[in-house]
DNA sequence: ATACTACGGTAACATATGTTACATTGGAAA
DNA sequence: TTTCCAATGTAACATATGTTACCGTAGTAT
């Protein structure tokens, strides 16, 4: 038995469907900041994650981008479920922001399993529900925050997912998943810095209040 | 046996799917621009559109708003959807664009059909996909357009939902919509009537290139 | 030590969007 | 018709954000 599986989801899925996991699933480690899923592709089994962090990224025709949100631990992703179903293509990237674990599900084990598990069907739909709010809390950062207010949302939720209130990113790292430019953020950092909530060093930038 | 309902979804659900949901649905017509769901409220029963348009916005906590997509014929609100499962409050507002004919559905068949029927499980998911494309396309147009392409596409979408080439709204309700001031919407507006691709009247807009 | 490069700070300017104020007009109501 | 008001047009200005350019510094490679 893969002790990950059980220890993150033995409230959530019925025994029976732990055992079944633990039996067709495939584990995976992959190292910090590699490509998962690209924009396009196909995707023939699902994830689940067991440790990590995995950004998911939208992109435009021109190549901007823009992050949509985090995955942690006892998450998998709505896309990939959608798509393993529908037989469509990927409409967002998936980087790992730190090293992860996790479990590879062949696609039709999903569907079988949502007719035989109500715990399956009851992760598949809390999945989907949670993903639908974390883009819908997206869309509210873009629209009504300003630059500035964006800038310390994105550091508290990294944060938040990497349990460390100091961030290792560049200034240019931050722009591009914001979708600004380096310029922009570091006057605003500055600004932050000023305002007592943050304390800038090359490389890193610690949250003062959490 | 409800005709909308064969019509629509005869392709979608099993006979007996159909049958059971003409048992069990209750069918309501609500004019236009009415509000149908409002953010913080509890859902008890679930909609399945059989005509007219419903608007989905999002609202932040100063009163600013957002429209984040139109529900058509054949289309479910995805947030109804984990709002009766998950027993949890609405994110969302719904109000009818046109006229709308709708079957509500009690929360408990739901469950209960995701263990029996294919289709309506297969339903479920693709509504789930559908949304989280539609509210990605809005982050794209958020983040990635200019106002005036926004508007534009604001344009041509409300032409396509409600099949119309001429948009009859006023520029201060296509300014929250956008979530934008008036005085913006009619310089850009009255930039695209000199580019040629709209005709500019009072309280209505038509659309000269589709 | 020296040279090189990535990173960050900042000024100066460009542009998109938001705001205020006021004028004009079309159509409804009296 | 006359009156009134909502809808629209537009100027002038304010602000947020994006862009270009240039500099200093810390760390790395030689």
């Not at 599986?5 to 633990?22: A, R, S």
Request: proline letters at 1%; charged letters at 30%.
């Amino acid at each position: 038995m893969i002790q990950e599986l059980k220890d993150n989801y033995k409230d959530v899925f019925e025994e029976g469907l732990i055992n079944e996991i633990n039996q067709v699933a495939t584990f995976k480690e992959i190292p910090e900041n590699f490509k998962i899923i690209e924009i396009g592709d196909y995707i023939k089994s699902m994830p689940l994650l067991l440790s990590g962090v995995i950004k998911i990224f939208r992109e435009d025709t021109n190549g901007d981008e823009l992050l949509l949100y985090f995955l942690e631990n006892g998450d998998t992703c709505a896309m990939t479920l959608s798509c393993c179903i529908g037989q469509s293509k990927s409409e967002i990237r998936a980087v790992t922001e730190t090293q992860v674990k996790l479990l590879m599900i062949p696609v039709q084990k999903m569907e079988e399993w949502m007719a035989k598990y109500t715990s399956w069907r009851a992760f598949v739909l809390n999945s989907y529900h949670n993903r639908l709010n974390e883009v819908m809390e997206t869309v509210d950062s873009i629209a009504f925050l300003k630059m500035d207010e964006r800038l310390l949302k994105y550091l508290k939720d990294k944060a938040r997912v990497t349990h460390n209130n100091s961030i290792h990113n560049t200034h240019q790292e931050i722009a591009y998943e914001l979708h600004t430019s380096r310029v922009v953020v570091s006057r605003l950092l500055k600004k932050l810095e000023n305002m007592g909530k943050i304390e800038l060093n090359r490389n890193h930038i610690r949250l003062v209040e959490l």
